[in-house]
């Protein structure tokens, strides 16, 4: 079979460690150039400096190693003709950024190329031949859905223009002050919590809104009585009817049902409609800062971050915290760039009469927040993604109802997904909606399932060649010297971009960024359940985020993570027998083979890691919630916490 080409696997060495040095030196370079989100720093002048002197440090280096002058040759020219043509058409594009998203696909292709003719060239049945380049198409597929989503993930990374605001403070503030319903919905939280939320919504700096407080379903009339009280409490301080409370028992529909009947009790003069969760402390200027926004008929909802307080209390809460922030604070704002912004349940605003006219809120899906983004957008609607905070809410304290806010969030868009796929066909078969918000909320619903196929496919190649070893039919494989530095390369340039984003995102310490990698990781079997979960026809049971503080932990983290550890165990232990079997698979083959399972043990052994940290949260490695509690009503001026 090796006949019918007329290049070798050794031939395109050069070429590999070409573009590989390449993305390396475009991360280094990105990450010089881009200090801030939305901040280039660097003048427009180097921009040849930077394309000819990274193409020529990374040829240069592909030489010194394989000592091959003209095996990249090719590549160079073809790297940039294609990033002249970016240069042209993509005028947004920062220098280090075309760089980035040319380097990618053409990597893709060689890299397929190369281990085909790798598999063609290696003395392995004919049959597994075909198996493994089955298995290079389908990376081919899964590469460019990943890539289409990762141009507008990581537009604040290469980009350094920008299509829509980016910044409140870039925007006109409003001249005038349309009538705002802020909306906070609550179902047995902690009084405290609740009223302190209350507090800061009561120091908005804006004139014209009224405050619903909706408690739904709560038996115990102590969490709620409370609530209604201080309204009448605070509607006295502040001298006019600014707050009103329900409580309504039974309401259907958990907090998409509570929502649904604030529009039915909220004054009907009011243009927008804002959502705050029970335990965010908004900053003053939420209201202020934003409604200018809704000047643009066409803008049907803002959103503004995630974000959380206390998170220093504990290495699990602050590992939870850098967690979160990169996709907050790097990724949505360029996704909102490619018009896929999408809400995402507090700190919002959203068009009173949009939200009328799609029918309110789908109490039928877990992630009842960015469904109605599809529905708005669907309508002729657009939204704006800001990534300045605007308010600061509570960590999930145990590691379990971390793990449950986070099979909410993945399930719920399949549940869309599902439910709105003919939104996203293509014109005339669907609304006029732009290509790129079909494609990114496709590819965002799609995005555990791609998980799972990718799982599925490497897994179920593991199992064909520990069966071939098994009944004697696999020949020892020797891995080409070029496959290491390749892989310490990409290692390199995988820990410099990841480096780059948590620093982003205001995190300056290594060990944050490690922890919040491994909270990400121990996520990972919690993202492929709920995956399989949102694609089932049955309601999901909606489960709320606990604000009360757990009064301790008796729960080993292995039980509290043990599908993770038995999966991590396994996997592990399949990994040190591989590696033992050397001479069965071929020793460096067998070397590779167990860093990749032993990788993959790892990303499901980092869950009891964290059920521990958790633990040791629960239990008493935190600051004394006594003293918070205390110092929270020392009478601050409402609201200077969020300033500060």
């Known amino acids: 079979m090796v006949a019918y080409f007329s290049i070798s696997r050794a ?21 010089r150039a881009v200090s801030a989100p939305h901040e280039i720093r660097r003048p427009q002048s180097e921009e040849s400096l930077e394309l000819f002197g990274s193409v020529g440090v990374a040829y240069l280096l592909s030489v010194m190693f394989t000592g091959n002058f003209t095996g990249a040759l090719p590549m160079v020219s073809l790297f940039l003709a294609c990033a002249a043509v970016i240069r042209f058409t993509c005028a947004r594009l920062s220098m280090p950024g075309i760089l980035w998203m040319t380097v990618q696909p053409l990597a893709l292709m060689v890299s397929g190329c190369w281990t085909v003719l790798f598999l063609l060239e290696s003395d392995v049945a004919p049959w597994m031949q075909a198996f493994a380049v089955a298995g290079v198409v389908l990376s081919f597929i899964i590469f460019g859905f990943d890539f289409a ?24 503030r409003v001249r005038h002050e349309p009538r705002v319903s802020v909306q906070l919905p609550c179902y047995a939280e902690p009084p405290e919590v609740v009223k302190q939320t209350m507090d800061r919504l009561a120091a908005l ?49 958990a907090k998409a049902g509570a929502l649904n009947f604030l529009l039915t009790v909220m004054d009907q003069a009011a243009e927008i409609v804002a959502v705050v969760d029970a335990d965010y402390y908004a900053r003053p200027g939420f209201l202020g800062d934003l409604v200018g926004f809704f000047d643009s008929k066409n803008i049907g909802y803002v959103q503004t971050p995630h974000d959380y307080r206390d998170h220093e209390r504990s290495v699990y809460l602050n590992a939870c915290y850098w967690e979160y922030m990169p996709n907050n604070k790097v990724d949505m704002p360029g996704v909102s760039e490619y018009g896929g912004a999408f809400t995402i349940g507090t700190m919002c605003l959203l068009r009173t009469e949009g939200l009328r006219k799609i029918g309110g809120w789908a109490e039928w899906c877990l992630t009842e927040d960015s469904e109605v983004s599809v529905r708005l957008r669907a309508a002729g609607y657009e939204g704006i993604y800001l990534g300045e905070t605007y308010g600061r809410g ?251």
């Open 11 to 31: 031939s395109l060495d050069a070429t590999m460690l070409f573009l590989a040095f390449l993305a390396l030196v475009a991360a280094l370079l990105t990450a």
């Open 205 to 253: 700096e804006y004139s014209n809104y009224e405050v619903l407080v909706c408690d739904n379903n709560t038996k115990d009339e102590a969490l709620w009585r409370p609530l209604e009280e201080y309204c009448a409490v605070l509607n006295a301080r502040l001298g006019e009817e600014r707050f009103r409370f329900f409580h309504v028992a039974p309401l259907e529909g």
């Open 149 to 172: 989503e990762r141009v507008a993930r990581e537009a604040v990374l290469t980009h350094e223009r920008w299509r829509l605001p980016v910044n409140p403070s870039l925007h006109s």
């Open 394 to 644: 509570l960590i999930p304290d145990t590691f379990d109802d971390y793990k449950k806010q986070r099979f909410r969030w993945t399930a719920g868009p399949v549940q869309q997904l599902r439910r709105h796929w003919r939104l996203f066909m293509p014109a005339p078969f669907a609304p006029a909606m732009p290509g790129w918000t079909k494609v990114l909320e496709i590819l965002r619903c799609m995005s555990p399932l791609r998980t799972l196929a990718t799982l599925a496919a490497a897994l179920g190649g593991l199992a064909v060649l520990i069966a071939t070893a098994l009944l004697g039919r696999f020949e020892p494989v020797d891995v080409p010297n070029v496959a290491w530095l390749l892989l310490i390369v990409g290692m390199g340039t995988g820990m410099a971009r990841t480096w780059h984003r948590y620093r982003l995102t205001g995190s300056n310490r290594i060990s944050d960024m490690v922890m919040g990698e491994v909270a990400r990781q121990s996520l990972f079997y919690t993202v492929l359940v709920a995956g399989i979960a949102g694609l089932s026809p049955k309601p999901l049971a909606w489960r709320r985020t606990p604000k009360f503080s757990p009064a301790g932990s008796s729960t080993s983290p292995f039980e509290e993570a043990m599908p993770e550890t038995i999966a991590g165990g396994a996997l592990l232990f399949i990994a040190l027998v591989i590696l033992m079997s050397g001479s069965v698979f071929g020793g460096e083959l067998a070397f590779m083979l167990f860093i990749g399972l032993a990788t993959l043990a790892a990303r499901f052994l980092c869950a009891p890691l964290m059920a521990m940290l958790s633990a040791r949260h629960v239990n008493g490695d935190k600051r004394d919630r006594k003293t918070e509690a205390e110092q929270g009503v020392t009478g601050l001026p409402l609201g200077q916490e969020m300033e500060a």
